[in-house]
């Protein structure tokens, strides 16, 4: 038996694996939102208000989250951020963890994933320790 997906208070998330991403298309920097429109690390601080503005490009968050206190691990849980340190192209990815069913299946919500520019759930269900993000490496950042 496996447990119960974990799912995020905001955004809804959705526990079956046909279902249609969702997105949200803002397109200009709103008060409290300092990073570049269209980033991941706009995207998450857009979902996540807890997350620091001047935390730098995705790679430095893990620092920077440490350094204002918040907790860090491997363990993925709804609500947390995702830090892929060396995936975008040397920049890294964050993304806003909304469904955690175990360690190798997570849901995200994300901006400039595959060209996206908006916030939407690209992928549905994925494994985030996959080869492709960044040799394996994924860290959670808590609020």
């Given at each position: 038996q496996s447990a119960p997906?974990?799912?995020?208070?905001?955004?809804?998330?959705?526990?079956?694996?046909?279902?249609?991403?969702s997105s949200v298309t803002p397109t200009t920097n709103t008060a409290g939102n300092t990073y570049p429109v269209g980033q991941c690390t706009w995207g998450v601080k857009s979902l996540a208000?807890?997350?620091?503005?001047?935390?730098?490009?995705?790679?430095?968050?893990?620092?920077?989250?440490?350094?204002?206190?918040?907790?860090?691990?491997?363990?993925p849980q709804a609500g947390a951020v995702a830090v892929w340190p060396y995936d975008g192209g040397g920049y890294g990815h964050v993304a806003y963890v909304t469904a955690v069913q175990s360690s190798t299946n997570i849901q995200v919500m994300e901006a400039?994933?595959?060209?996206?520019?908006?916030?939407?759930?690209?992928?549905?269900?994925?494994?985030?320790?996959s080869s492709t993000w960044g040799g394996g490496t994924v860290y959670y950042i808590y609020q």
């Open positions: 997906a974990q799912t995020a208070s905001k955004p809804a998330a959705s526990t079956s694996s046909s279902a249609k991403p208000s807890w997350v620091g503005n001047y935390w730098g490009n995705a790679n430095q968050w893990i620092a920077s989250a440490q350094a204002a206190g918040h907790s860090v691990g491997t363990t400039n994933y595959a060209g996206n520019s908006s916030i939407g759930n690209y992928r549905g269900w994925f494994n985030p320790t």
